[in-house]
């Protein structure tokens, strides 16, 4: 075949997105090739991993769960390789900032067998940090009531995937900038997550509640650094079924994921919580290592 | 930021996949913007559409499925485009092959919403026509047992999304020639497709069946052909929820697709069933709009 290089259609569109900085198996690109398995089938992961002067905070925790999300799926990758990457990437970039880090399964021919396809892609992609009103962080958010409801599927469940229809539809709900965030139910009225979160609650006896992933939801980073920092601190922590009336009678509720830190939730349905005492306790042991000030927005 | 035209990773990768040939927007290239919502979420369709003597097959019925899906999804697109290019694209291949066609919601920014990504990608793939024993058609063939289960997700089922990683599960794991196609189940053990076949069987009373797609299965353009073909001949259809003891009690088996057309299946599991004369009368008519003599391997 002829090479349409230089792409000009891809390249327009790449600048038109404002991409700053995009590698692909650590060469310098606009684009990924027509064949990647990632586009025909969502075949791949992805993490995305807050910088923070230079540093990628929680790396270790995302590269764990990737590596585990490869093996569910079975990709190959070498961790090393992916980590040496990631480095050479940061140095070239801002101070502070998003990497969004994908593995795809590579390139193959069509169909969905991925045999022949054992060359995973890994893609880098650089984001300025988003803008977030510092009273999302300090008074708490507005909650979205999701009418998308989340499938069940433990194959994939946990697993930080590319098959996010599901996310899409329920971020398509709302436009209203009083919503931070939404709430997604699955198939059984069970509370999940939000749209890009995990969500958290506390009971009236300062145990710590979150959704169990067993069905449908994301394991999240920053899901886990908050049970491990409230199991070392002697906090008890449940992960199971809950339904909103669960929910309801929580004292104090919150969502997190590991480029926001911790937002506390005030207000959803008809129910509104206070800003609670163990969700400023976590939020200042996640601004230690990334500053949530950095967020703020100037508006 | 500086472009990285040309490509050489993208194109790299494209030629060793055999890319022949691929048009995005109405340009050739090799590659898709890295900030594509098909690659960062599935976020977008595909068809797959039979090439005969430069006739697109059955492209009414699947540009109709295009535009219903992309109406679920809430992507615009404008059928005459499409079908331009498409036209426009096949006039520059061979006579006989597959045009894959995808719909994404095109590029856009970091986060679920799809708010802003509001200029769809159109992308137009050429493949060869596969290859298959010719005895797939004429003898029948045996079907896998899968084991990945299909998850539910109402939101979702009957589209042919870009969110396939259930069927790449299900297609890995078998790599045994003598299973040409891999049955699957859903959670509730209830037959719903092959991993890129929908799956019908004839009763003992004559009666066609398949499985609805209420909770998940794609609405394969070949299954409504043979829908809308049995119906014409005063055959009763029946769509509804079947367990592998409803299949085990049929007279005749068959899975389609609007690449292959019609396959037997002549066994799965401890069952097996004979090369069934409905399933003959419609293998002819399909191979009247599509000869499956082209698919023949020479093996």
Redesign the interface.
Known sequence: ???????????R??????????W??G?????????????????GL?E?IRVDNKQPIWWQQHLERLRLGCQR??ITIEPGIVEQELQGFIAEQKDHG?V?L?I????????????GAN?P?R?L?W?PL?NYPAKNFQQGIQLFDCQ?????????AGLK????????????EW?DNQFAEGLMLD?NQHIVEG??TNVFWVADNGELHTPNLNDCGVAGVCRQFVLQQAQQRGIATTQERYTVADLAKAKEVFVCNSVIGIWPVRAYRQWSWPLGSLTQQLQALINAVMPCERLFSKQ
């Not at 075949?1 to 390249?11: I, L, R, S, W």
């Open positions: 075949m002829t090479f349409a290089t230089p792409c000009k259609e891809v390249d569109l790449a600048e038109q997105c404002r991409l700053n900085s995009c692909l198996n060469e310098a690109v606009t684009g990924l090739p027509a064949t990647d398995r990632g586009l025909h089938y969502g075949d992805f995305t799926l079975g998003i969004k994908m795809t399964r590579g390139s193959g021919g069509r169909g969905y067998s991925p045999s060359q892609a893609l992609l984001y988003p998308s409801l989340l499938g069940h599927q433990p194959l994939l995937h590319l098959n996010r229809l599901e996310q899409v539809l329920a971020r398509q436009n198939l749209t890009m």
